[in-house]
Structures are given as structure tokens and as C-alpha cells.
């Protein structure tokens, strides 16, 4: 069964680092998304991402963040300088269409910022 | 403001005895709803979800979920539970206002017990 995939599992990084983690999603998938889980608290959207380009962006989504699909098959999500507050686990979605599909998701990178 | 409430933090049940996972939603026009697993070290997994028709929809693994539009809620079932159920399960929604972002709730661990 096609999945998602993410790398690293785990990363850990300095603050005023940049970042960058990395997706593949599933291949016939249109639609990619970014959520994150800071620990004990709800799964947030971050961003969308359809025909190169951003759909859709929370709040959260400020200039410290981008997404990319440079090539056919990656989608990643950069953080330019990752502060303390970035540490969450960050998952990685993908879905044939909107609005009425499901997201499938990938198993997370956790980002540990020191 | 739109948001999603899972009531209850943990949810402990016997084995072969039914099961209730609680969701209640708040969300603007009609909802599209999702219910989601999450195993250890695993991501998010799909399990089933509401989007128009008959208020009891089927998913994976042999979980069934009522959507009631009147009390706003969309409750996850099994009739007779398995050790291997146990896991955090989350609802999500995604209101008429985005065909993107879903909107989580907290999530409720469930513990199946011999």
C-alpha cells in the first residue's frame, strides 16, 4: 500500500539554525500538506500546497517558514531560524483532491531545537 | 471559532466489550469529519469519515462512527474491542470555510484490556 514518507525521524538543531525536512508523498497525490504537534498539545495546520504553489497557510506559517516540491517527488518544509518554540513534531500529508478527501500522513520528524 | 472537543483524555474498556470514542464539533455550515489512529512511532492512519448520506459510516478495522447533527457530534465505535485496538485517536474536521486545513482535537488514548 502506497504511504508517505518523512526523513529524518529525528532531528535535532541549534536555535538560529535552518532546517529542512524532507516528504515524499503518496505519487498519484495532488494536495500536501504541512501539520505540527508541539508535545501535550493538538495537531495544527501549518500550510497546503497544490500546483507549486501555497493554498492555503495558518497563522503559524510566518516568514520564518517555506515549503518547496523541487523536484517530482519531494515536498519539504524549511525553517529558516528555528527558535526553542519550533520544537514539534512535524507530519507531512498528501491527498488525491479536496475538499472531501482524506489526508494520508506520513510518521512524523520530531525537531528538537536546543 | 471553529474547533473540534474529544471530552475525555483516556478511555479504558475490556476486551470483546464495546467501545465509545466521544467527539463534538463546532464548525461553521455542514462538516466533513474524520476520525484518525495513531500507533507508537507511527503517523496519523485514516479510519473513516462523514461527508454527506447515512449518519453511520464504516471504516478500516471494523470501526463504525454515528454522525449527529443535532448534538453536533460524530462518536467512534466497535461493537466488541481488541487488545490491538488500543492507541490515541483523533477526530478532525474540516469546515466549509477550507478545503485544506483539518482541525484536530486533543486526541483520546484508548487502553483495551485483557
Known amino acids: 500500500e502506497p504511504e508517505v514518507t518523512q526523513t529524518p525521524s529525528h532531528q535535532v538543531t541549534q536555535m538560529g539554525q535552518e532546517v529542512i525536512l524532507r516528504c515524499v508523498p503518496i505519487s498519484n497525490h495532488l494536495y500536501f500538506y504541512w501539520y505540527r504537534q508541539i508535545l501535550g498539545q493538538k495537531v495544527e495546520f501549518l500550510v497546503s500546497?497544490?500546483?507549486?504553489?501555497?493554498?492555503?497557510k495558518s497563522e503559524i506559517f510566518d516568514d520564518q517558514f517555506s515549503v518547496e516540491r523541487p523536484d517530482g517527488s519531494n515536498f519539504t518544509l524549511k525553517i529558516r531560524s528555528t527558535k526553542l518554540e519550533d520544537s514539534a513534531m512535524y507530519f507531512c500529508?498528501?491527498?488525491?483532491?479536496?475538499?472531501?478527501?482524506?489526508?494520508?500522513f506520513g510518521p512524523g520528524t520530531r525537531l528538537t531545537v536546543t | 471559532a471553529q474547533s473540534v472537543a474529544q471530552p475525555e483524555d483516556q478511555v479504558n474498556v475490556a476486551e470483546g466489550n464495546p467501545l465509545t470514542v466521544k467527539c463534538t464539533y463546532s464548525?461553521?455550515?455542514?462538516?466533513?469529519l474524520f476520525w484518525y489512529v495513531q500507533y507508537p512511532n507511527r503517523g496519523l492512519q485514516f479510519l473513516l469519515k462523514?461527508?454527506?448520506?447515512d449518519n453511520l459510516v464504516k471504516g478500516s478495522y471494523g470501526f463504525e462512527a454515528e454522525f449527529n447533527k443535532s448534538q453536533t457530534s460524530f462518536h467512534l465505535k466497535k461493537p466488541s474491542a481488541l487488545v490491538s485496538d488500543s492507541a490515541l485517536y483523533f477526530c478532525?474536521?474540516?469546515?466549509?470555510?477550507?478545503?485544506?486545513?483539518?482541525?484536530w482535537g486533543a486526541g483520546t488514548k484508548l487502553i483495551i484490556k485483557p
Open positions: 464548525v461553521s455550515g455542514n462538516p466533513y
Open positions: 462523514y461527508i454527506t448520506g
Open positions: 478532525a474536521v474540516r469546515g466549509m470555510d477550507s478545503n485544506y486545513q483539518l482541525i
Open positions: 500529508a498528501s491527498s488525491e483532491g479536496v475538499p472531501v478527501y482524506e489526508q494520508y
Open positions: 500546497f497544490y500546483n507549486n504553489e501555497i493554498s492555503e
